[in-house]
């Protein structure tokens, strides 16, 4: 057993040390189930290489008969970042985010009636793609709520010069983490039904 014991930490420490390659298929799984809300940032700023391949993934979202209703506003000016902080705390980006994104719904793209407010749809899936690419490349973000509520709408309005035909459903700031909170297990089975409730 003495002699074992030493073969069994030397193969641990191996493991351990060279573990398998994920596949394609475990590193999006792992990216997903690992995200967390990041709401504390160091000063590094992200670069444009990286503040073009969060746009690019979420302009990759799915969306309504495809009508991409959506703008995206990237801040970064020092002056407006603080501004935002001031008048909409619940942003988070008075943590020294370097930057912002404004995800908006277009409503002059979106269909008529009440399919309008697939724009919400459309939007929430775009930030969802964002937090992830954002997650997969090292950075922190956390969604942060405009929309529904219409004195945040109005401020972030006023603040970016937002045209009436723009909502801005909510400001993701993103950089890099200068926390690292916790993931969080949600697997509920109580939340799943199959075929009827
Ligand atoms: C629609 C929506 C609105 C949210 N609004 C805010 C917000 O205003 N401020 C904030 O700090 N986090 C906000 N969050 C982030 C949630 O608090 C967070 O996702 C939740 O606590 C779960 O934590 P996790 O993202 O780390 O899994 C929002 C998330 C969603 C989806």
Not at 124 to 132: G, I, K, V
Not at 145 to 160: K, S, T, V
């Amino acid at each position: 057993m003495k002699r074992i014991i030493p073969i069994l930490i030397a193969m641990a420490t191996m493991v351990s040390c060279n573990p398998r390659p994920q596949s394609a298929q475990e590193q999006v799984v792992n990216n997903i189930l690992t995200r967390v809300s990041v709401r504390q940032f160091t000063d590094q700023r992200p670069s444009d290489e990286q503040v073009q391949t969060l746009l690019r993934c979420a302009m990759a979202a799915p969306s309504a008969v495809n009508r991409q209703p959506w703008a995206f506003i990237v801040v970064d000016d020092p002056a407006l970042l603080k501004q935002i902080g001031d008048s909409l705390p619940n942003t988070r980006v008075q943590n020294n985010a370097p930057l912002c994104f404004v995800m908006c719904g277009d409503l002059n793209k979106t269909m008529e009636g009440e399919a309008q407010e697939f724009w919400i749809h459309d939007v929430s899936a775009c930030t969802e793609n964002l937090l992830l690419a954002a997650h997969s490349m090292g950075l922190g973000a956390v969604w942060c709520a405009i929309q529904p509520n219409a004195e945040r709408i109005r401020m972030a309005r006023q603040i970016l010069n937002i045209p009436d035909n723009l909502i801005p459903l909510c400001i993701v700031p993103v950089g890099y983490p200068a926390e690292q909170p916790a993931v969080k297990d949600k697997w509920k089975e109580e939340n799943v039904f199959y075929n009827r409730f």
